[in-house]
């Protein structure tokens, strides 16, 4: 809730005219106490939750045939009632385990210093400080995650998220309860260790889920934006983790791929990947050889054709 009775109030507060943003943010947020826009947060990872995977959904449905080609594990279908149970499961979970954390978490939010005051923060100030959190969460998730590949943690609480061994976009949050909680734990650490405006919190998580939901997807789509981000894992880095499954060694990192190659943590996917592409080249290799060998063929008939044209006509 904002201190001022008026955007007059609030413009001599900060010397100078608000912005369209702030305006815009002094409307919304002026008579709301705080702890109701914090709770915000999990209305927004419902609704991007909800809205973000329906692109997926719907190429996974067989809408959009020539999208087919782009599907990491080609032989794995998903029907829409598999796909509408991991929905119920995963909001389900929001409501019972992520809801009551957003309400607990409340005075550690205002004690760490997520602020909803004026000003708002820069753009400039929102990226540096999204990318901050990306790179904190993402060191803290992989440690975590790699603990969870642990024989005990994989079989009492891992196990369910790695049920999709052919990952699609609607089970990047399909996990056990204790799982959810946990991997919370580096996502909420990025925020307290560099603590911004609520709004710049709100961005984080959607962004964090949006990411997650790519990630799972099970696409590898060659024009996607993040290929251009550096060190940027995604789909098909992913897709592998969950296609070794329980076995797994290789990819523990959420977003980025530097912890894995630090750790050395990559090795099997890149000897998956040297192998795939030789296989590949030396089936186009083969393909150029009958390929030229039909060439052949067709121009040694063709060569015998017109001789026995010729001899007729000698004739």
């Known amino acids: 809730m904002l201190p001022y009775q008026n955007l007059r109030e609030a413009e001599e507060a900060q010397g100078r005219a608000l912005s369209f943003a ?43 045939k020539n999208m087919d080609r782009y599907k990491i594990q080609p032989k794995v279908k998903d029907s829409f009632s598999n796909m509408f149970k991991c929905y119920k499961n995963v909001m389900s979970s ?49 440690w975590i995650h790699r603990l969870l590949h642990s024989k005990w943690a994989y079989e009492k609480i891992h196990r369910i998220h790695h049920e999709y061994s052919a990952p699609i976009g609607l089970a990047a949050p399909y996990a056990h309860w204790a799982e959810i909680l ?25 962004l964090r889920q949006m990411e997650a ?37 290789s990819n523990f990192a959420s977003v980025f791929t530097y912890c894995d190659y630090i750790y050395g943590t990559d090795k099997g996917y890149n000897y998956q990947k040297q192998a795939l ?18 060439r052949s063929m067709r121009n040694q008939e063709e060569r015998k054709h017109h001789i026995s044209t010729e001899d007729r006509k000698s004739q």
């Open 213 to 249: 939901i790519e990630t799972h997807s099970g696409y590898n789509f060659p024009w996607s934006p993040t290929k251009y981000i550096p060190f940027y894992g995604g789909a098909e880095y992913h897709d592998y983790h969950h296609f070794v499954g329980e076995q797994s060694q």
């Open 94 to 142: 929001f409501l019972l385990v992520v809801g009551p954390l957003q309400v607990i978490s409340y005075p550690t939010i205002k004690w760490i210093g997520i602020r909803t005051s004026l000003p708002l923060p820069s753009l400039w100030e929102v990226f540096l400080q999204i990318m901050v959190y990306f790179i904190i969460e993402d060191f803290g998730n992989y």
């Open 22 to 64: 702030e305006k815009f943010w002094f409307r919304y947020s002026a008579d709301k106490p705080d702890y109701i826009l914090h709770y915000h947060n999990i209305l927004f990872l419902m609704v991007f939750y909800t809205l973000a995977p329906l692109p997926y959904v719907l190429i996974g449905l067989g809408w959009f």
């Open 277 to 294: 592409e030789k296989l590949a080249k030396l089936r186009h290799e083969d393909d150029v050889l009958v390929d030229s060998s039909s």
């Open 182 to 206: 946990i991997l919370g734990i580096p996502a909420f650490l990025a925020p307290a260790l560099v603590p911004g405006h609520i709004v710049t919190y709100w961005l984080w998580f959607v």
